[in-house]
């Protein structure tokens, strides 16, 4: 028996491929690295392609009954407003369920955060691409050019990343014949999970409470000395270092650079160095490295992102991911169903 179906393959598919020995991502025939420098549209248009399905992404209003849900439970978890209003989004095709879903899910995380806020919803507008409208409806501002660069680089990076607990749980809703809005409302309650969606948020609260490169070696230390776990360094199935640490290194710096606190910046890379350091001291053999957690965390408060906006955020870019498996899956035609080995009393 495996454990969690580790090393059991469930499904096929043309989306993308995860070497965690060699640390390598690719998405739709690309290296993650080569995504870097595109829209997140021309990504998730990839995507859906590959799945076949020929569709475009339009940044979404919501109606009228999905913003007086939100209304009605402002303040309460992102992740679980995000789950309720998605499943009040309906769509008489796959296929506008997919560009539903993708459209609204920026319109839905920054209106809830907006009315958790005491501040009304801002409408999505049409001369924005989707990163840029998200960062319009969560300020009322005019984006910063690389901040929407920025933000583009970490919505890519994320938008899927083979058979993860989300995505297999949109594939098994998907192949039960079940429409693509449950599928997807179903993979939000997964990645809501904190064994699943990370935790980018502590990865910065450790940057600053050092405060002080001078600080990191004898903080981290107490912290690893302390049986700690390091948040942002270390992961599953990455043996190396997590290629999407490396793509959104290269974007925070150069966010940062041109928009932003580069004694922030520069003081979460001592932290990482010494980090890398210390681990290999400590745990010599175990090959923990960076992770995409650490720098999602340094972009996204860098973008004037606050933590709880962090998981709901990563929502926004795997929803494209979701939908193309949920594409793969429907060709399949054949419900997913494993056996499990009974270990109960007989009679």
Not at 223 to 229: A, L, P, S, V, W
Request: glycine content about 10%; overall charge negative.
């Amino acid at each position: 028996m495996n454990s969690g179906l580790e090393g059991v393959v469930a499904a096929e598919t043309r989306l993308s491929m995860v070497d965690g020995e060699r640390g390598e991502l690719v998405i739709g025939g690309y290296r993650v690295e080569e995504l870097s420098s595109w829209s997140f549209e021309r990504t998730v248009e990839l995507l859906w392609g590959i799945a076949g399905f020929d569709g475009s992404v339009r940044v979404m209003p919501l109606p009228r009954h999905t913003t007086e849900l939100l209304r009605s439970v402002r303040g309460i978890d992102g992740m679980d407003a995000l789950r309720m209003a998605a499943g009040t989004l309906t769509a008489s095709t796959d296929g506008e369920a997919a560009q539903t879903l993708v459209g609204s899910f920026p319109t839905i995380v920054a209106a809830h955060w907006r009315l958790s806020n005491g501040r009304e919803p801002v409408e999505p507008r049409g001369d924005l691409g989707l990163a840029a409208n998200y960062l319009w409806m969560l300020t009322e501002r005019e984006p910063h050019e690389e901040l929407v660069r920025g933000l583009e680089t970490y919505l890519n990076t994320v938008i899927d990343h083979g058979l993860n607990a989300s995505t297999f749980t949109a594939r098994v809703i998907a192949s039960t014949a079940s429409d693509f809005v449950s599928a997807v409302t179903g993979a939000i309650g997964a990645l809501k999970g904190p064994l699943h969606g990370g935790a980018p948020g502590p990865a910065l609260d450790t940057v600053f409470e050092i405060g002080d490169a001078a600080r990191a070696e004898a903080v981290l230390r107490k912290k690893i000395e302390g049986g700690e776990r390091l948040m942002g360094f270390g992961h599953r199935v990455y043996k190396v270092r997590d290629p999407r640490a490396d793509v959104l290194a290269v974007a925070a710096e150069r966010m940062f650079t041109r928009a932003g606190d580069m004694h922030l910046y520069e003081l979460s890379r001592a932290v990482e160095a010494t980090a890398l350091r210390l681990l290999e001291e400590y745990k010599p053999g175990r090959r923990l490295q960076t992770n995409v957690e650490f720098y999602t965390a340094l972009l996204l408060h860098g973008l004037g992102l606050e933590i709880p906006l962090f998981t709901p955020t990563f929502a926004i870019g795997r929803v494209a991911g979701w939908t193309a498996h949920c594409f793969e899956q429907r060709k399949v035609a054949r419900i997913i169903r494993p056996q499990s080995v009974y270990t109960g009393a007989l009679p």
